[in-house]
């Protein structure tokens, strides 16, 4: 049984309320409602970037097709695995959509556990070249998903150096700005 001391104290250590309003240098000092000290999961954060950078990026890639921008469907990911008429279509199409989801989630994948402490938009325009690189000169022709860079038009060429340019800067950019920016993280300064 505790006795009564007629001091009031605080539930959780029985201990005098200091209402001085200073700090104790030595205790972590209690959170404010509305601040709260978290650390990113990489592997939801990274899936579900990139969903959202497939989803957004891959219908504008169709878009860029529907308006001529470029000649390579956005199917050209699913090429391997289906026949070349159907990627043609509007259910290859959406199918190509789908395979553009799932790449775009891998190398977010890859970008958040490898690159993730990378600051700014420059290394993400960079991933995004990259992957232009290996897509359109090292395995694409290969595997015949697109066409060689000699037989595709100039405005494919840029339209598609473009647009990867700018998906490795949504992904890279989003990561940096989770992983790096500290101001989330930092408690408030007194008086700030």
């Known amino acids: 049984m505790t ?27 209690a959170q ?21 950078a497939g989803f957004i990026w891959g219908g504008l890639h169709w878009l860029f097709y529907l308006l001529h921008f ?7 990911l699913a090429e391997p695995f289906f026949k070349h008429k159907f990627i043609y279509t509007a259910a290859g199409h959406l199918t190509g959509w789908l395979f553009f989801i799932v ?20 290394p993400g325009m ?4 990259l992957w232009w690189l290996i897509i359109f000169v090292l395995v694409g022709p290969k595997l015949e998903m697109v066409k060689p ?11 598609e150096l473009c647009f990867f340019l700018l998906w490795g800067l949504f992904i890279g950019y989003t990561v940096a700005m989770e992983f790096t920016d500290e101001r989330k993280r930092e408690p408030e300064q007194a008086g700030a």
């Open 3 to 29: 006795e009564y001391t007629g001091e009031r104290t605080s539930h959780k250590e029985n201990q005098p309320v200091d209402r001085s309003g200073k700090k104790d240098r030595g205790k972590r000092a």
């Open 70 to 76: 470029t000649i390579v469907p956005l199917g050209f």
């Open 126 to 129: 960079g991933y995004g070249i």
């Open 149 to 159: 860079l000699n037989r595709l038009t100039w405005d494919s060429i840029i339209t």
């Open 103 to 122: 790449f775009s989630v891998l190398a977010s994948l890859i970008y958040t556990y490898t690159l993730k402490k990378w600051k700014g938009p420059l």
């Open 32 to 52: 404010r409602q509305g601040q709260a000290h978290y650390f990113t999961k990489p592997f939801p954060f990274a899936v579900e970037l990139g969903f959202f």
